[in-house]
């Protein structure tokens, strides 16, 4: 008996699971638990701040909302404001017409959700005329702008380095414009780490104990479990309060917030009031349905809401505080609940086994009685023990002597026993304890079908939990699923959401005939300096150096070697010799689109008779970058110099000239040789492609393109005079640890650079020239195009627009191989440092990439013919 009792209550609790996995099957038919978020963020340790809109205007403001995932702007003035994209397009437009934003930049669709997600539509590319579209009557607007906040899943490499100390992640900046003003907002992201959870953990777990106790004492369980459902449920509801108090987009977004993800709580909530309530009437169902919505809120909580314990931020309209004391109400009394109802559901068991052994050793004892009253050994006969034996009891036969009769009397009784048990599972659906009344009056609960009256309670224990189908009445069932059932409807219908589908993929088309090699001439005097912008594509080989002045050297001296160098360059540029024996290395040979490029390191400040205090703030010497392990001896230099032609011989005699004019002078520092395919063995106008096999430059600044000058040249009257129409050049030697690289799958490679190998074209679909749309996903809904994706980490629509011209080679030199990387830029702060700030350690590409050396240096501006290189940096000490 003992055994099926045991079993019973196993299956009682099988029953249970059962319930809690059908109504998280109805809850979470689309996402995993009820996420208490704005915008798609939650808790989190990264804080936005706004540090000045200048200059100011009355009636314009900007601020950072919701937590830092999006800007807020004003404007209750007579004229517009314009706030740029990501590329210096005009992207929103608030003003007195009301609010409006330009459907031909890719921001007005990036800007969208937290993470840009949002699918791109081909051809907006920001270039041409806005095409306005009216969204809004107000002068107020809020945007995801994406320069403001962190965009990946994956910490920055500096604060998974040490999470515990706060760090300054970025810089941002955002340009708007009223009526033709430029106004700047500057601002910065930064790491600031959370408090310690252990206070609200043990909040939380001094709830659950208190409430947990009511599966203990019977006549305060009902009452505990009542309040704790109660209490769990306003905990709930104000938490989600404070998360809509924050989210100010539509009716839906609003409820949404409130609601929880696929509008959750519409389920959980019903259900939750219905049970807290029928707690009030001793419902021992409703105990059951107490701990699954327990359950459920709880795990949704513990699993989306209880980092906000340890971390600094979170978007709520509450105090951190009371956020924090809600998230812990929650999880302790959902914990309690379900305790609860387990430690009465086996203390249930327990009565019922002591209970039912003693109805059948009573029975038993009964039983024998009788058979020695009657003489003659004939029964009772009525079907029940004396007075005191259950209903059902087996009668004996009185057939025999005394002692058979009492033989047959104890499996009798424990026939019995379990025909009560099998009674008592049928009958009464929700009787209350046998030692108190439902309530004051007396009533029956309606609502389950079952009698409130003290006298419905005798045998077993009153306040036993069962969800068999036995002791639940068809009303109760009916009402409990009417209930749910307007939530599931409701809740599905505010979820459904819509899903973009691939762009298919198509291959890029074949380009023009080739063209002649040796008979390409780019020349060396102009406005700007060769090898930059022009020729277009680099040429197949080429030699970057840099050189250290040697000690004494003045700046009488350093003149004479950038006038020699300069006329070297200019003869060679035009495929002449120099008037030395080598010029017959380079016999027979056309120009080869010969190219040299000189620049000016920041060590050179301060040295030569040049002032220290002349060097640009822009060629301040470039930070360290996590993982980083460069080579000083192979880095750096006082100049810069880059020779670049289709012909190694070109190359090789150019190199060697230049290094032997430099020699009273400056000595080699370092050199580098850089190789990339031949003219004539790709199409011209083809994008190349480096070692590991992937095209490398589609998203290169084009000449064509209106803002190219101002992403790649030095300009403006505020700027040096040697510098204007000059760049800035970041060298890097990067090594590829191919063998890994090759270890991988294609479809590995492809993720992580986010192109296809084959046609270089992204992941999201289209030719090599599409804009990569990172929205898109794949059918199992992951991102198209990977969040450490190499493109979409490099990206200018996440860093801020930064752009930079990029012109590399690769290189080889015994075992080891690379990328010379070569990137020409306006200003590196804005170019190359954040953008590598943003890859070192977070880009897939990093684990099979090594940063081995590097040089930054400020490239002078053009060569007038007869001039040198960099003549104004000396201007008043020219010899």
């Known amino acids: 008996m003992r055994e099926r009792l045991v079993s019973r209550f196993g299956r009682s609790l099988l029953r249970m699971m059962f319930v809690v996995v059908a109504a998280a099957g109805l809850v979470w038919p689309a996402s995993a638990a009820q996420a208490h978020e704005v915008a798609g963020a939650g808790a989190t340790n990264f804080r936005t701040t706004l540090s000045a809109l200048a200059p100011a205007v009355p009636g314009v403001s900007l601020s950072v909302v919701e937590n830092g995932s999006r800007l807020q702007a004003i404007n209750t003035t007579d004229q517009d404001l314009i706030v740029q994209g990501y590329t210096g397009e005009p992207f929103a437009k608030i003003g007195p017409g009301g609010v409006f934003l330009n459907d031909n930049s890719p921001a007005t669709y990036l800007n969208t959700d937290r993470y840009a997600t949002t699918v791109v539509p081909a051809g907006v590319d920001g270039k041409g005329e806005p095409r306005w579209r009216k969204v809004s009557g107000d002068h107020v607007y809020r945007w995801h702008d994406h320069r403001i906040h962190w965009m990946l899943k994956t910490l920055p490499a500096p604060v998974a380095a040490d999470p515990g100390?706060?760090?300054?992640?970025?810089?941002?900046?955002?340009?708007?414009?009223?009526?033709?003003?430029?106004?700047?907002?500057?601002?910065?992201?930064?790491?600031?780490?959370?408090?310690s959870p252990t206070p609200w953990l043990l909040l939380a777990i001094a709830i659950a104990v208190v409430i947990a106790a009511g599966g203990l004492f019977p006549r305060l369980g009902f009452r505990l479990l009542a309040a704790g459902a109660g209490l769990m449920l306003a905990a709930d509801l104000l938490h989600s309060a404070g998360v809509a108090a924050v989210e100010t987009g539509s009716l839906a977004q609003r409820l949404g917030a409130l609601l929880g993800a696929d509008a959750t709580?519409?389920?959980?909530?019903?259900?939750?009031?219905?049970?807290?309530?029928?707690?009030?009437?001793?419902?021992?169902?409703?105990?059951?349905?107490?701990?699954?919505?327990g359950a459920l809120l709880g795990f949704s909580m513990a699993l989306d809401d209880a980092p906000v314990w340890w971390r600094s931020s979170a978007p709520t309209g509450l105090s951190m505080t009371l956020d924090r004391a809600t998230v812990a109400v929650v999880i302790g009394a959902a914990a309690g609940l379900v305790v609860a109802v387990a430690l009465m559901s086996l203390r249930s068991v327990r009565q019922r086994i002591d209970a039912s052994a003693a109805n059948a050793a009573a029975g038993a004892g009964s039983a024998a009685s009788d058979a020695s009253a009657v003489g003659d050994g004939s029964a009772a006969g009525d079907g029940s023990a004396a007075g005191s034996e259950p209903a059902g009891l087996a009668t004996v036969d009185g057939s025999g002597d005394d002692s058979a009769n009492a033989a047959a009397a104890l499996p009798a009784a424990r026939a019995g026993a379990a025909a009560v048990l099998a009674a008592d599972g049928a009958a009464a659906a929700d009787r209350a304890d046998v030692s108190e009344p439902a309530d004051a009056a007396g009533r029956a609960d309606p609502l389950d079908g079952g009698s409130a009256d003290a006298s419905d309670g005798g045998g077993a224990d009153g306040d036993a939990v069962g969800v068999g189908a036995s002791g639940v009445p068809r009303r109760s069932v009916a009402g409990y699923l009417a209930v749910g059932g307007v939530g599931v409807v409701a809740g599905t219908g505010i979820g459904i959401g819509l899903?973009?589908?691939?762009?298919?993929?198509?291959?890029?088309?074949?380009?023009?005939?080739?063209s002649d090699v040796g008979a390409g001439r780019v020349a060396y005097f102009g406005s700007r300096q060769a090898g930059i912008a022009v020729p277009a594509q680099p040429q197949a080989h080429s030699w970057v150096a840099g050189f250290d002045l040697l000690d004494g050297v003045d700046a009488k001296a350093l003149q004479g070697l950038l006038r020699q160098w300069s006329a070297a360059a200019a003869r060679m540029a035009e495929g002449q010799g120099v008037g030395q024996p080598d010029d017959h290395v380079v016999t027979g040979s056309g120009p080869c689109a010969l190219t040299v490029t000189f620049g000016f390191g920041p060590s050179l400040f301060g040295k030569a008779g040049i002032p220290a205090d002349a060097r640009p703030a822009a060629l301040t010497p470039l930070p360290a970058f996590t993982g980083d392990r460069l080579d000083p001896a192979a880095s750096h230099g006082d100049l810069g110099v880059i020779v670049a032609a289709d012909d190694p011989l070109v190359v090789f005699h150019a190199a060697r000239v230049l290094r032997r004019i430099a020699g009273p002078v400056a000595r080699l520092r370092w050199g580098q040789s850089g190789f990339a395919a031949t003219p004539g063995a790709t199409a011209p106008g083809s994008t190349g492609r480096n070692l590991m096999g992937q095209v490398d430059g589609t998203n290169n600044p084009k000449p064509a393109d209106p803002d190219f000058?101002?992403?790649?040249?030095?300009?403006?009257?505020?700027?040096?005079?040697?510098?204007?129409?000059?760049?800035?050049?970041?060298?890097?030697?990067?090594?590829?640890?191919?063998?890994?690289?090759?270890?991988?799958?294609?479809?590995?490679q492809q993720k992580v650079i986010g192109r296809r190998k084959d046609t270089g074209a992204p992941l999201s679909g289209g030719q090599e020239t599409t804009p990569a749309n990172y929205g898109t996903t794949q059918p199992d809904g992951s991102p198209a195009i990977p969040v450490t994706a190499h493109i979409r980490l490099a990206a200018p629509a996440f860093n801020n627009g930064a752009a930079m011209l990029r012109r590399g080679w690769s290189y080889s030199d015994g075992d080891e191989a690379g990328l010379l990387f070569l990137a020409y830029q306006a200003d590196p702060r804005r170019g190359f440092i954040p953008v590598q700030q943003r890859l070192a350690g977070n880009d897939a590409l990093s684990k099979f990439i090594r940063h081995e050396a590097s040089a930054l240096f400020a490239i002078p501006g053009g060569v007038p013919d007869g001039g040198y290189v960099g003549q104004d940096l000396f201007a008043g000490n020219a010899s």
């Open 165 to 195: 100390a706060e760090h300054r992640v970025s810089d941002w900046k955002v340009v708007l414009d009223h009526g033709g003003r430029t106004l700047t907002a500057t601002g910065a992201l930064d790491w600031i780490p959370g408090p």
């Open 265 to 293: 709580a519409l389920v959980v909530w019903p259900f939750g009031i219905l049970a807290a309530w029928r707690l009030a009437y001793r419902s021992r169902f409703a105990a059951v349905i107490a701990a699954c919505v």
């Open 499 to 514: 899903r973009s589908a691939d762009t298919p993929v198509v291959a890029s088309a074949a380009g023009p005939a080739l």
């Open 709 to 748: 000058a101002t992403k790649v040249f030095v300009s403006g009257d505020d700027q040096p005079a040697w510098l204007r129409n000059g760049s800035y050049l970041v060298v890097r030697r990067i090594r590829m640890i191919l063998d890994d690289w090759d270890g991988l799958t294609l479809d590995a």
